[in-house]
């Protein structure tokens, strides 16, 4: 039997999985450093993440004991729109990755949209303009490190996203690509043509000759020999695009939610690029046989992580899983709500100067209610994005699949279902990440002949239906926007950057 080798490169570890059809047979990872040279500002070391993703690589194989030449194929997913610059020779980085986190370029980004760009950028990335996505961080290294961009005009340096180089390092330098989905995120590609934007290029003084060329998720993209043997690099694609596809979002309206830290949302909207009024990111999914689809992505800010601090700071819960136990002992939330503004509010609101909250407590409030609450509130940020989703694509969503640690509550599942009225499909691995790489590499390669193959296979572990009056639905939707509002612009702070979107 032949294995499929997924590497996971994700913002605080690397990861390895090795799959036999869709089934996890050994898994290994490893956390790398997250560097903070600034207030705001994130870095992470290339070399250290390569060697770690190498790793990894070499360890899940001797936990499983199976051979190179039983791997049909790796197929990568990756942290999105982190930016590495490297010498074309030597292949050595020029300076840190800067992390998609890193406002470092927020400024600039508030100076671009006060130039009026916001609406070219959009109309040909599907983004807002933002510090998050890779074309600023790049500008910025062209400007900062001394000699760079003369340097990358002759040829000399490569920009990568960390898809292009985990690829060009295994490779031996002969392969330097990346695919659709990653592109999709620099904010200098456009969606439409599918080429790299030459007026975006201009306007962020970027050298052409230092980007790789973009190729289809499903793709033979060359072959690695560094466990001895050679095996093809065969699927890419971004990491919540590749959790997509693993949760086999194929068709026109497939909707996934995962909930880990924060919650991303992504629906297919199929061949139609479809343009957000607000709040959400128009991007590129997965497609198969050389075509593209579309998605709307929405991301909120606090989700699972709302459950940590109930238990690592209020000391509420002692563990994540408890918070279930604990909101089923009381039948409601006693009218209150929790808005988990910590960092603001992500889509579809984007208010920087948001602020957390709890409103409506009483003296009869206690702990379980507040813990209720909280998993309601994930909820219920949730469902404004999906209803976002749905009034900007005319699109129903019936089924939401779900993916990530908090999906393991079932408590919380239910309330999803309750809340949005659709149906909630967990699967049974939820590593739908790392499974979306590994379908992506066998479907280039022929180890799953179609993706009805695949869709065959989808048996949910659990499905969760609605099971609430639409009064009920009604009432405790009102309630939380009432909520919301509270917890709007809160802090006045000059200093907090528009998110911009
Ligand atoms: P990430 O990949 O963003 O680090 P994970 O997908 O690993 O996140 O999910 C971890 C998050 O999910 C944590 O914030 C944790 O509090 C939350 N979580 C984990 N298990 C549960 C649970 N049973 N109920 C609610 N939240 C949970």
New binding site residues.
Partial sequence: MKYLLAFDQ???SSRCILFRKSEPIATYSMPHEQIYPMNGWVEHNPVEIYNNQIKCATEVMSLAKVKTNDISAIGITNQRETVVVWEKFSGKPICNAIVWQCRRTADYCDKLKAEGFESVIRDKTGLPIDSYFSATKLKWILDTIPGARERAKNGELLFGTIDTWLIWNMTKGKTFATDYTNASRTMMYNIHTLEWDRELLELFDIPEIMLPKVYPSCHMYGETDFLGSPIPIAGVAGDQQSAMFGQLCFNMGDTKN?????AFLLMNTGRVACRSKIGLITTIACGTNGFVNYALEGSVFT??????WL?DDLKMIP??????RVAEKVPDSGGIYLVPAFVGLGAPYWDPYARGTIVGITRSIKREHIVRAA?EA?ALQSNDVIKQMQSESNIKISTLRV???????NL?MQMQADISNVRVDRPAC?ETTAMGASYLAGLTIGYYKSPAELSDKFEPERTFRPAVTPEWREKLINGWHKAVTRARDWETDDNIHQKGF
């Avoid at 989700?303 to 940590?308: E, R």
């Fill in positions: 994700g913002s605080t995962t909930y880990g830290t924060g989700s699972g992580s709302l459950v940590q238990r563990t994540a899983a408890a918070s279930e998993l994930i993916d990530g640690g908090a999906s393991a509550n919380l939820i």
